[in-house]
C-alpha cells in the first residue's frame, strides 16, 4: 500500500518534480527487506557517504528510524511506520531536514535493491512501468523480498516522479551461470512452464567481494578464480571464474544452500513431503518452518553467530549444566560441516583457486567461523594463520600465512557502493 498524500504532508516530506542538476553526483541507495529499509547517501563523485539510516520494525507496533548524517548526530524517531511508503516518506522528510531531500539537484538517481530480476535482467535497469510489471511478475519466487522492493521503487517514484530509479538485482551477477548448474534434474517442461530453476541471490555482494578480492592480490579480475563466501542473515557461496560467477548455492528462491541464521539451507526435498504427509503441516507452515524456524535459529534457538560464540564459550558454566554450551555448539558445527561442503565442491568446479574470500556479518567478523571452515584443507591448498585470522580490522586483508598455494581473505562488502556506482553507471550512459 503507498501513502495517502496527506499522510506524506504529516511525515513532513511533500513531492515534487525536479530533475537531477548538470552535476547531480549522489545516489540514494536504497535496501528495502521484508520488514527494514537501509539506505545510504554516497556521492560518487568522492566516494563520500553525507547519510545513512535504517528503519526497523515496519509493520509492527512502534517502528525505529535511525538517520545518521555525516556531519552531525544520529536522530531518532520511534513511531508506527504502517510499510515501507510509510518509511520511505519520513526517510525522505530526514533528508530533506539536511538540505539532501528528493528533490535535491546534487541527486543524480536512486539505485534499489532488487532481490529477484529472474532470468530476464541482466544488468541494472531504469524502472519503468514496464519493469514494474515485469518485478511485480517475480513476487512468487522472492514473496518476503521483492513487495517491499516495489513498495520502495513506487513510493520513491510518486515522491520525486522526475528522478531516474535504478533497480539493481540481486540474481543478475548470477545470469552467467552455465545451464547445467543452473537446472535443477527434474521434467524439462514442468521447470520451464513455471520458470524453476537456479537464480542466485547476493549477486551485487558476490560482484563486488570478488572483484575487490583480485585487486587485493594486485591482480586483474579476469585472471583469477575466487570462491566467495557471504555469510550475513542470509547466507550463499559462490564460484567466479575470471570475473563471471560459474555456480551459486542459492536456488529458485534463497532458500537453497548454506545453514543461515532462521533458514535451513538444502535438505532432502521429501523433508516437505514428509511433513505435509506425517506431520500434517501446509504450505504455509512448512514455508515458514524452513524460512524462519530453522538454521541457527531452529538448531539452538540465536541466530546471532556473536550469541552462538559466548554459550560455547560459556561451556559448563552456562547455568543449565552446559546443555546451552552444547546445543550452541552443535548449531555451529553443523553451519560450518555445510560451509566445508560447498567450499570443497566449488574447489571442484572451479579447478584452480586463487582465493577464498569470507565476507558480510559473520564472515567479516567471526575468527572461529574462518578458522574452523578452512581446517584440515592443506590438501586443497587452504590453510589460514592465527595471528592475521585474529586480527580486527575494517579493512580488506590476507588471512593465510604468505607461503600458502591458495590466499583466503577477509574482504567487506560494500552492497550499497556497488548499487550507487551501477545506477551512476547507467544514467551517465
Ligand atoms: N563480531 C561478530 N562476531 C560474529 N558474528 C557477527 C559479529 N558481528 C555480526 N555478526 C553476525 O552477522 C550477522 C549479520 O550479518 P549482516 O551481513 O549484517 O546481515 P544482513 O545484511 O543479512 O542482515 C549477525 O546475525 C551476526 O550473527
Ligand atoms: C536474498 C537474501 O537472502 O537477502 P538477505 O540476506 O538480505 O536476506
Ligand atoms: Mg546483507
Not at 154 to 166: C, D, G, S
Not at 377 to 384: D, H, K, M, S
Request: proline share 5%; charged share 25%; aromatic share 4%.
Amino acid at each position: 500500500m503507498t501513502p495517502q498524500p496527506e499522510e506524506r504532508q504529516q511525515s513532513g516530506s511533500t513531492s515534487t518534480d525536479r530533475a537531477p542538476g548538470p552535476d547531480a553526483t549522489r545516489v540514494l541507495v536504497l535496501n528495502s527487506g521484508s520488514s527494514s529499509v537501509k539506505y545510504q547517501l554516497i556521492d560518487m563523485a568522492d566516494g563520500s557517504r553525507p547519510a545513512a539510516g535504517i528503519v526497523e520494525r515496519i509493520g509492527e507496533e512502534s517502528s525505529l528510524l535511525r538517520h545518521v548524517p555525516q556531519d552531525g548526530e544520529p536522530r531518532e524517531t520511534v513511531r508506527r511506520f504502517a510499510d515501507h511508503g510509510e518509511a520511505l516518506s519520513a526517510v525522505a522528510a530526514e533528508l530533506a531536514a539536511d538540505g539532501a531531500g528528493l528533490d535535491s539537484p546534487r541527486l543524480a538517481a536512486i539505485g534499489h535493491r532488487v532481490v529477484h530480476g529472474g532470468q530476464r535482467f541482466t544488468a541494472p535497469t531504469v524502472v519503468d512501468d514496464e519493469v514494474l510489471a515485469e518485478v511485480e511478475r517475480l513476487v512468487p519466487l522472492a514473496p518476503l523480498h521483492n513487495p517491499a522492493n516495489l513498495t520502495g521503487i513506487r513510493t520513491a517514484r510518486e515522491l520525486n516522479p522526475a528522478l531516474p530509479q535504478v533497480a539493481v538485482f540481486d540474481t543478475a551477477f548470477h545470469t552467467s551461470i552455465p545451464e547445467h548448474a543452473a537446472r535443477y534434474a527434474i521434467d524439462v517442461e514442468t521447470a520451464d512452464a513455471h520458470r524453476v530453476r537456479r537464480y542466485g541471490f547476493h549477486g551485487t555482494s558476490h560482484a563486488y567481494v570478488s572483484r575487490r578480492t583480485a585487486r587485493l592480490l594486485g591482480r586483474d579480475p579476469a585472471d583469477v578464480n575466487v570462491i566467495v563466501l557471504h555469510l550475513g542473515n542470509g547466507a550463499s557461496a559462490s564460484a567466479v571464474a575470471g570475473g563471471r560467477c560459474v555456480e551459486t548455492s542459492m536456488g529458485l528462491t534463497p532458500l537453497e544452500g548454506l545453514v543461515m541464521g532462521t533458514r535451513s539451507g538444502d535438505l532432502d526435498p521429501a523433508v516437505i513431503l514428509h511433513l505435509h504427509r506425517v506431520a500434517g503441516m501446509d504450505v504455509d507452515a512448512v514455508d515458514e518452518l524452513l524460512n524462519k524456524r530453522s538454521g541457527l535459529v531452529g538448531l539452538c534457538g540465536d541466530n546471532d553467530m556473536r550469541e552462538i560464540r559466548r554459550r560455547i564459550d560459556a561451556g559448563e558454566d552456562d547455568g543449565h549444566g552446559g546443555a546451552d554450551a552444547r546445543r550452541a555448539q552443535l548449531a555451529f558445527d553443523v553451519y560450518v560441516h555445510r560451509l566445508r561442503k560447498y567450499l570443497g565442491a566449488y574447489v571442484a568446479v572451479l579447478g584452480r583457486v586463487d582465493a577464498v574470500a569470507f565476507t558480510a556479518g559473520v564472515g567479516e567478523n567471526s575468527a572461529e567461523v574462518r578458522a574452523a571452515t578452512v581446517a584440515g584443507l592443506e590438501v586443497l591448498g587452504l590453510e589460514i594463520c592465527p595471528e592475521r585470522n585474529a586480527e580486527r580490522s575494517r579493512e580488506a586483508r590476507l588471512v593465510s600465512p604468505e607461503y600458502a598455494r591458495t590466499a583466503v581473505a577477509v574482504v567487506p562488502t560494500d552492497e550499497e557502493l556497488e548499487i550507487a556506482a551501477q545506477a551512476y553507471r547507467l544514467v551517465n550512459g
